[in-house]
Nanobody, 120 residues
Framework: QVQLVESGGGLVQAGGSLRLSCVASGVLPYAMGWFRQDPGKEREFVAA????????DYADSVKGRFSISRDNAKNTLYLQMNSLKPEDTAVYYC???????????????WGQGTQVTVSS
Protein backbone atom coordinates (compact mmCIF):
# COMPACT_ATOMS: atom_id res chain seq x y z
CA GLN A 1 0.00 0.00 0.00
CA VAL A 2 1.22 3.50 -0.80
CA GLN A 3 2.43 5.40 2.27
CA LEU A 4 1.19 8.97 2.73
CA VAL A 5 3.19 11.52 4.73
CA GLU A 6 1.85 14.97 5.57
CA SER A 7 3.93 18.03 6.38
CA GLY A 8 3.57 21.79 6.61
CA GLY A 9 1.54 22.13 9.77
CA GLY A 10 2.43 24.53 12.52
CA LEU A 11 1.37 27.51 14.62
CA VAL A 12 0.00 30.56 12.82
CA GLN A 13 -1.93 33.65 13.83
CA ALA A 14 -5.52 34.17 12.75
CA GLY A 15 -5.63 35.56 9.25
CA GLY A 16 -2.40 33.83 8.28
CA SER A 17 -1.69 31.09 5.75
CA LEU A 18 -0.21 27.61 5.68
CA ARG A 19 0.41 25.13 2.90
CA LEU A 20 0.11 21.45 3.73
CA SER A 21 1.76 18.77 1.61
CA CYS A 22 1.10 15.06 1.40
CA VAL A 23 3.78 13.00 -0.31
CA ALA A 24 3.05 9.47 -1.47
CA SER A 25 5.67 6.71 -1.58
CA GLY A 26 4.23 5.68 -4.94
CA VAL A 27 1.58 6.81 -7.36
CA LEU A 28 -1.10 8.92 -5.68
CA PRO A 29 -4.42 7.14 -5.32
CA TYR A 30 -7.10 8.03 -7.82
CA ALA A 31 -8.99 10.39 -5.49
CA MET A 32 -7.44 12.29 -2.63
CA GLY A 33 -8.93 14.13 0.28
CA TRP A 34 -8.04 16.24 3.28
CA PHE A 35 -9.76 15.72 6.60
CA ARG A 36 -9.28 17.24 10.03
CA GLN A 37 -9.97 16.15 13.56
CA ASP A 38 -10.04 17.79 16.95
CA PRO A 39 -9.65 15.64 20.08
CA GLY A 40 -13.02 14.25 21.12
CA LYS A 41 -14.65 15.08 17.79
CA GLU A 42 -15.36 13.11 14.65
CA ARG A 43 -13.06 13.35 11.66
CA GLU A 44 -14.34 16.15 9.42
CA PHE A 45 -14.19 16.44 5.64
CA VAL A 46 -12.22 19.44 4.38
CA ALA A 47 -11.62 18.99 0.64
CA ALA A 48 -11.33 16.37 -2.08
CA UNK A 49 -9.91 16.18 -5.58
CA UNK A 50 -10.12 13.67 -8.42
CA UNK A 51 -7.24 12.09 -10.31
CA UNK A 52 -6.81 14.80 -12.93
CA UNK A 53 -7.54 17.69 -10.62
CA UNK A 54 -10.46 18.74 -12.79
CA UNK A 55 -12.98 18.22 -10.00
CA UNK A 56 -12.70 19.54 -6.46
CA ASP A 57 -15.06 19.65 -3.50
CA TYR A 58 -14.90 21.72 -0.31
CA ALA A 59 -16.64 21.82 3.01
CA ASP A 60 -18.71 24.97 3.38
CA SER A 61 -16.58 26.02 6.34
CA VAL A 62 -13.44 26.32 4.20
CA LYS A 63 -14.84 27.24 0.78
CA GLY A 64 -13.18 30.36 -0.59
CA ARG A 65 -10.29 30.12 1.91
CA PHE A 66 -8.72 26.72 1.21
CA SER A 67 -7.55 25.26 -2.09
CA ILE A 68 -6.74 21.62 -2.81
CA SER A 69 -4.41 20.65 -5.64
CA ARG A 70 -2.19 17.78 -6.72
CA ASP A 71 0.98 17.26 -8.73
CA ASN A 72 0.82 13.69 -10.01
CA ALA A 73 4.34 13.91 -11.43
CA LYS A 74 5.61 14.55 -7.91
CA ASN A 75 3.13 12.20 -6.20
CA THR A 76 2.13 15.11 -3.98
CA LEU A 77 -1.14 16.53 -2.73
CA TYR A 78 -1.45 20.07 -1.41
CA LEU A 79 -3.82 22.11 0.73
CA GLN A 80 -3.33 25.87 0.60
CA MET A 81 -5.01 27.42 3.62
CA ASN A 82 -5.59 31.18 3.70
CA SER A 83 -7.43 33.47 6.11
CA LEU A 84 -7.03 30.91 8.84
CA LYS A 85 -9.34 31.05 11.84
CA PRO A 86 -8.93 29.61 15.37
CA GLU A 87 -11.68 27.11 14.55
CA ASP A 88 -9.44 25.64 11.83
CA THR A 89 -7.19 24.28 14.59
CA ALA A 90 -7.00 20.48 14.26
CA VAL A 91 -4.86 17.59 13.11
CA TYR A 92 -5.06 17.47 9.33
CA TYR A 93 -4.94 14.16 7.48
CA CYS A 94 -4.58 13.33 3.81
CA UNK A 95 -6.26 10.21 2.50
CA UNK A 96 -6.61 8.23 -0.69
CA UNK A 97 -9.60 6.49 -2.19
CA UNK A 98 -10.90 4.88 -5.36
CA UNK A 99 -13.41 7.69 -5.82
CA UNK A 100 -13.90 11.18 -4.46
CA UNK A 101 -16.12 11.32 -1.39
CA UNK A 102 -16.87 13.39 1.69
CA UNK A 103 -17.12 10.29 3.87
CA UNK A 104 -14.02 9.17 5.79
CA UNK A 105 -15.17 5.55 5.43
CA UNK A 106 -14.67 5.82 1.65
CA UNK A 107 -10.93 6.30 2.13
CA UNK A 108 -8.70 3.32 2.80
CA UNK A 109 -5.29 4.93 2.88
CA TRP A 110 -4.40 7.56 5.50
CA GLY A 111 -1.40 9.61 6.49
CA GLN A 112 -0.32 10.11 10.10
CA GLY A 113 -1.56 13.70 10.31
CA THR A 114 -0.01 17.11 10.85
CA GLN A 115 -1.04 19.58 13.57
CA VAL A 116 -2.36 23.00 12.59
CA THR A 117 -2.87 25.52 15.39
CA VAL A 118 -4.36 28.94 14.74
CA SER A 119 -4.04 31.48 17.54
CA SER A 120 -6.46 34.36 17.98
Amino acid sequence: QVQLVESGGGLVQAGGSLRLSCVASGVLPYAMGWFRQDPGKEREFVAAINRSGSSTDYADSVKGRFSISRDNAKNTLYLQMNSLKPEDTAVYYCAGAAFSSRRPSSYNNWGQGTQVTVSS
